[in-house]
């Protein structure tokens, strides 16, 4: 697997620091209660109004600190700096967890969004520097809120989302367990972990081969896999992962995606498919005994996935580069691996 060198930070971080400025085009996931909602993408959300989307912004947000903790010294350190403290401050915080307040939104970003916000909130909480600690304190009030929509939401949740794309479950369980255990919170992590059992505890013979749909760019399969690596001991997990992928796969069980339009926002999933598959299959083989015959295989399987990923990211095409350099940060950096 490839890791991130310099000329990777400089490039995710240029293509990023511009997104998460560009306030159009914009898909505005947005509840109106009337005329007086009716606003600017800026004014609904002035800290995470760029990047085409809200959750495209805040992991855009943290894929900026993630660079900033892992490579201090990286050119645009600076202005990296200086843009997260233009864009978190009281007072646009302060509107965005207003924008919660409001009648109706109960649902608002849940749970993809949410679940982003708060793996952001847990880099800041894990590097610990005196600025990092400064913005999760200005955060701190944002942050509470996606826990309480967590701790609202999951015990009403009967059935997990199964999807390939935003609302999946699966993944945004990861990402919350992950924040969870970092800041530990033992009760929310016992709420996702009891939530995680009682979804996919029982689950058999996953269809891997039905995968991907047309716009996916998480694998329901793998992402369910991924999760319960976290919540099973590694020996009940060894045996879990028997029955939910029972045949052992070979060099051919699962082949990079092709976007055939990687300038289409919907085909573009598929790039970001080849990476999230990546650290998927990675974080599942590590999770494995050193001698399981199914672990080469999945490493393998993730070192395709990563090239292929990789290389769909083009610059100049917002479809993808307003979002795929997280992915591929989260990725090359071992955001969902080393910490668990």
Known sequence: MPGLDERMVTRYAHMVMQNVVREYPNHIMHMLNGDADVLTPRQLHPVFYGCYDWHSSVHSHWLLVRLLRLFPQAMLASDIHRMLN??????????????????????????????????????LYEWQSAEAMHWHALLAPLEKIAKLRFAEWLPKLVHPVRSGEHAQTAFALCLTHDYARIIGDTQLMSLVETCSRDFYLQDVNAPISYEPSGHDFLSPAL??????????????????????????????WLRPVVSKDPADGKLAHLDGLNLSRAWMCEGIAYALPANDSRRDVLLVTAAAHAQAGLAGIHDELYAGSHWLPSFAVYLLTRRGIDNV
């Open 223 to 252: 992402a369910e896999a991924d999760l319960m690596r976290r919540v099973l001991s590694h020996k009940d997990y060894t045996g879990w992962l028997k029955t939910f992928m029972p045949r052992t796969p070979d060099t051919k």
């Open 86 to 123: 233009s864009q978190l401050t009281v007072e646009k915080l302060a509107v965005e967890c207003a924008y919660f307040a409001q009648p109706n939104r109960a649902t608002f970003e849940r749970p993809y969004g949410l679940a982003w916000l708060l793996q952001f909130s847990a880099e």
